[in-house]
């Protein structure tokens, strides 16, 4: 069966959690050597690699790498017999919700699975959901928002040049964040006590 024939199946829920994540590590690197074949990266296995997207003891960065890697091994054949809306925009809205607010790694390589998925997996309506996600994480403390602004305007652009609608709501969604938080940001300042500054 070859390596990856044995590492495959060290994906499943069953196998400890520590089993599951080093299998995925290790299937990136060999997905992405030189000595890579389209063998290793089979339709049969693309459940075990879309899976890692939803576990949550892979990180995000790690599961959308072996996607990514999976999908640039395996070609179009991999996908064949993909039903998006349950084996593929599910488990990335998973991963989107999991890895925004915390993982930069994750934001920096959710475009390239959008661009590796066949295009008519990108169904209008599904983009919004990730862009959902996105703003979600743009919004909480803490988060890469810098790499979460990127992957959004990414999105945008990748369901354009697909031919897939994304409602104008969407796109002065950003515009509107931002002046929502500048607003705040005017209003606490100007309600701040008037002894904020010392005298001099």
Do not use: M
Not at 93 to 100: D, F, I, S
Not at 165 to 183: D, K, N
């Amino acid at each position: 069966r070859g390596v990856t024939g044995v590492l495959w199946p060290r994906l499943a829920s069953k196998q400890p959690a520590p089993i599951r994540r080093a299998a995925a590590e290790c299937l990136v690197r060999l997905l992405q050597s030189p000595a890579r074949t389209e063998d290793w990266a089979k339709a049969s296995n693309r459940a075990a690699a879309l899976n890692t997207l939803a576990d949550e003891s892979i990180p995000t960065s790690i599961a959308a790498a072996l996607v990514g890697a999976f999908a640039a091994a395996g070609g179009d054949p991999c996908w064949e017999g993909l039903s998006a809306p349950k084996a593929f925009w599910p488990h990335l809205l998973a991963a989107t919700k999991r890895g925004a607010p915390r993982e930069a790694p994750f934001l920096e390589r959710l475009p390239s699975l959008l661009r590796a998925v066949p295009a008519d997996a990108l169904q209008p309506g599904r983009c919004e959901t990730v862009l959902s996600a996105l703003l979600v994480a743009i919004a909480a403390p803490r988060s890469p928002a810098a790499e979460a602004w990127h992957a959004y305007f990414e999105v945008v652009l990748i369901a354009d040049r697909a031919g897939v609608p994304i409602e104008s709501a969407w796109r002065w969604a950003p515009v509107e964040l931002y002046l929502g938080t500048q607003a705040t940001t005017s209003a606490a300042a100007s309600d701040g006590p008037e002894d904020s500054v010392p005298a001099g």
